[in-house]
């Protein structure tokens, strides 16, 4: 054997491996690009209309990298695809109606989960047992059962999780929350909190044909709830409102933010009120150290209506009352003060506060750094238990009182059988 290289052998060797071909900037890191390093990819589970609006906000973020949509109906895939790939200028958004297959990829680290209310808990958990982080939209859980097993999976599995609960990214409520906080409000005594009305509707919509499997998926998108015939309506975003979609009487859908943004103010993010009774204008809840939760009911999402607000500050309104003064703050970005501090706190400002921006950065800085988001698994659990505890008390019709340590009610067997609700198989919420 001739262990001496040829010429041509020496040369093809120089050009495989001493000669490096061109390295674009991108996959350096260079000329404004984030190397594929420390690249966030991310993937989104039952993208709709509200996921398509946090989908928009997250895509020009540098750092990370969309690259699958699983939807179990196919206008929704393309229309994700479609959108995917305009922003990135190619064709390589995949698209899949299997969740398993996007759990199943080791290049994804983190889930976009917007799914309808029903599928919020388990596909969450799901993700997070196959090793992603997640960002689920609320409410995320059905019942007190469902947040406490969400909660206690990202414990379980040490992934990052934040709740779609983005008020608490933006200034104005942070502005208000600070106030009453660093007792510029003086002691506080009762925290308003906006809700819907509640309502309840257990009928069915009349039974259509199913499509075809890959048009959508009608198994698939009722998972964990009960069967009932396919309707077009359902899919097309009708199952708000149902009690099997939507559950808690459509409570938390406006308390997971009010609610939450109370629990903030109230420094209470490890706790939750200890009783709740309901009347015909709404829910007042008192937690151990004395300060009163309100949950306002309003005719209207939209708009504010109710005698307990100062002025219309827009949808989502929260009032901070304590013995120096009161601030308010809703969706068009307006501070309302009065009281000693009105003077100091009073401002406004201009840009309304719906936006996820911030919210999904402050996500994925969390996924780089492994610290907690600012709406984590545990501030979730509190605050959506307080919702839940609050709206139990609506459909009872009576005082409940709660173990905020042992998350359960006191002396009530009926409303403890509420924290949980069945699921249909094999979707088990406790893998």
């Not at 925290?191 to 048009?215: C, F, G, M, N, Q």
């Not at 306002?296 to 219309?312: A, Q, V």
């Not at 996924?367 to 600012?374: D, M």
Request: a neutral charge; hydrophobic letters at 35%; proline letters at 6%.
């Amino acid at each position: 054997m001739n262990s001496k290289p040829s010429r041509r052998q020496f040369l093809r060797t120089v050009s495989a491996v001493a000669v490096p071909a061109f390295i674009p900037a991108r996959a350096l890191g260079r000329d404004g690009h984030v190397a594929p390093s420390n690249r966030i990819t991310l993937a989104g589970v039952g993208i709709g209309p509200r996921g398509r609006y946090d989908l928009s906000v997250m895509l020009p973020e540098q750092d990370v990298h969309f690259v699958t949509i699983c939807d179990v109906q196919r206008s929704r895939r393309e229309a994700v695809k479609q959108m995917v790939d305009d922003h990135y200028g190619n064709n390589d958004c995949t698209m899949t109606r299997d969740m398993f297959e996007v759990y199943d990829r080791p290049d994804i680290d983190a889930v976009l989960v917007a799914t309808g209310d029903h599928w919020h808990a388990l596909a969450s958990i799901l993700a997070m047992k196959a090793g992603k982080d997640v960002y689920s939209e609320k409410p995320c859980g059905m019942t007190i059962g469902e947040v406490q097993a969400l909660s206690d999976a990202a414990d379980r599995y040490g992934r990052v999780f934040q709740a779609g609960t983005q008020r608490r990214s933006l200034a104005n409520f942070q502005y208000a929350a600070q106030a009453a906080i660093s007792g510029k409000l003086g002691r506080l005594h009762t925290l308003h909190a906006s809700v819907y009305t509640p309502s309840r509707t257990y009928d069915w919509l009349p039974a259509e044909k199913e499509p075809p499997i890959d048009e959508v998926d009608w198994d698939r998108w009722l998972g964990p709830s009960p069967w009932r015939p396919y309707n077009h309506q359902y899919v097309a975003g009708r199952w708000r409102g149902h009690y099997d979609f939507e559950g808690a009487a459509n409570f938390p859908d406006w308390g997971a933010h009010t609610v939450d943004l109370c629990q903030w103010a109230n420094q209470a993010d490890d706790t939750v009120p200890i009783t709740y009774e309901a009347s015909t204008d709404g829910i007042t809840a008192k937690y151990a150290n004395g300060v009163t939760l309100i949950c306002d009911f309003l005719p209207t999402p939209f708009g504010n209506r109710d005698p307990h607000y100062t002025t219309s500050t827009g949808t989502c309104p929260v009032r901070y009352e304590g013995e120096d003064g009161t601030i308010e703050t809703g969706d068009n970005g307006e501070i309302v003060v009065t009281g000693k501090a009105a003077k100091s706190l009073q401002r406004e400002f201009a840009k309304p506060g719906t936006s996820a921006k911030g919210h999904g950065r402050n996500f994925f800085d969390c996924v780089k750094s492994r610290e907690k988001p600012v709406c984590h698994q545990q501030v979730m659990r509190r605050s959506h238990i307080a919702c839940f505890a609050a709206q139990l008390s609506w459909e009872l019709d009576r005082k409940l009182t709660f173990d905020p340590k042992r998350e359960c009610f006191i002396q009530d067997p009926e409303a403890n059988r509420r924290i949980h609700r069945a699921t249909r198989a094999p979707w088990s919420l406790y893998v």
